[in-house]
């Protein structure tokens, strides 16, 4: 398991949640400081993260993979189980790949449905170009 620390805002207050996974059996487990804890499996860590954002979505999770505009392809996907995926901007083709634990604090959102609609409009904002 490779451990990390994150930033969150939990009750107002800025706080660090300690992280762990294993991208061979695709889980990711959460400590916060208040000693809440929770475990995720499921096809790999990104999903695991969308899992989590939403069981506990009165935190905001300061990371690229809460970004919208953020979301991995399969290839990204199947490639680093999930760690890695593709920031995008609507019309524009060319994708930045990011580190979804990397610090992020705009554009945030726990549903990872948000993500999908905003992956699929961009999607076909290439289409008119």
């Known amino acids: 398991m490779k451990k990390l ?18 991208r061979a ?6 400590a916060f400081a208040d ?6 499996s499921d096809i790999d860590i990104y999903v695991c993260f969308g899992l989590l954002r939403r069981d506990f979505n009165e935190v905001t999770f300061l990371c ?13 996907s199947q490639m ?19 580190r979804i634990f990397d610090y992020e604090e705009n554009n945030l959102t726990n549903d990872i449905n948000e ?7 961009w999607a076909e904002s290439l289409q008119s170009h």
């Not at 969150?8 to 800025?14: E, S, Y």
């Not at 059996?25 to 959460?30: C, D, G, K, R, Y």
């Open 5 to 22: 620390d994150i930033t969150i805002i939990k009750n107002a207050q800025r706080e660090t949640a300690k992280l762990e996974f294993d």
């Open 25 to 30: 059996t695709s889980t990711l487990s959460i």
């Open 35 to 40: 000693g809440t804890q929770k475990t995720y």
């Open 64 to 76: 690229k993979g809460s970004k919208v505009n953020v979301y991995p392809s399969a290839m990204a």
């Open 80 to 98: 680093s189980s999930g760690l890695v995926a593709y920031e995008v901007t609507m019309g524009e083709p060319d994708a930045k790949l990011v």
């Open 115 to 121: 993500q999908i609609v905003y992956r699929n409009k």
